[in-house]
């Protein structure tokens, strides 16, 4: 398998303009993550999946954020408008369903989103 | 307030040296992970540990979960520059989704050749 494959790497922007993010699971994961990278906070979650459905999307900074997931083999984080502040790593993360406790997440490269 | 404290944040050494960090929060934790992320990727799976007091081992790593399940620790024996990497802890809170975790944010280990 491929892995989780994010489109694109590497994404510049200027601010109130839209940016789409993608994303391909691995097939068969039943859970979709996505989170966002910066040195000041970290990792965070933003929202997950599981089977298609937005499960907790507490994790979105307002309204300018959405995800979507069509279908269980792709999934898109947008920002719009975009806004300086908004530049950093954003991860897509998957993994399989399980009874036990600590699921293993298996990311994606990222993309790393400059706003100017 | 960030729920996983990670100390430290950066740590330089050199190759040979033994090193732990540490993983804290005052919370309980179903289970805790321990990722490593390269630049430029994302993290990847170490480990998992899900019972109090538990050890793993894996290699010259050495992964402990508090008895109380609000802690954990990595003790690297021998560090090699191959272990160069930022090591983040992440736990799914006791009472949540075991799908829900929550990060550190990170120690930044450096293993000088």
């Known amino acids: 398998d491929a892995g989780v494959i994010q489109s694109p790497r590497h994404e510049v922007t200027e601010m109130g303009q839209e940016v789409t993010l993608r994303c391909k699971p691995i097939?068969?994961?039943?859970?979709l993550f996505w989170y966002r990278q910066t040195m000041m906070r970290g990792l965070e979650l933003l929202i997950y999946f599981n089977n298609n459905v937005p499960i907790d999307d507490s994790g979105m900074p307002e309204d300018r954020f959405s995800a979507k997931m069509p279908n269980a083999s792709f999934s898109t984080l947008k920002i719009q408008p975009s806004e300086p502040r908004d530049s950093a790593v954003y991860f897509c993360?998957?993994?399989?369903?399980?009874?036990?406790?600590?699921?293993?997440?298996?990311f994606g490269p990222g993309t790393r989103l400059t706003v100017l | 307030t960030q729920l996983l404290e990670q100390s430290p944040q950066f740590l330089s050494i050199q190759e040979g040296e033994n090193l732990t960090v540490y993983c804290n929060s005052s919370?309980?934790?179903?289970?805790l992970q321990w990722y490593r992320q390269e630049p430029g990727e994302g993290p990847v799976l170490l480990v998992t540990?899900?019972?109090?007091?538990e050890v793993k081992k894996l290699k010259r790593l050495t992964f402990q979960f508090g008895d109380a399940r609000k802690d954990s620790s990595l003790h690297i024996t021998a560090a090699q520059p191959g272990d160069t990497g930022l090591y983040l802890c992440a736990g799914a809170k006791s009472g949540g989704s075991n799908y829900k975790l929550t990060f550190g944010k990170g120690t930044l280990l450096t293993v000088n050749p």
């Open positions: 097939s068969g994961h039943d859970y």
């Open positions: 540990v899900v019972t109090g007091g």
């Open positions: 993360a998957s993994s399989p369903q399980g009874l036990a406790g600590g699921i293993e997440q298996f």
């Open positions: 919370s309980v934790f179903s289970s």
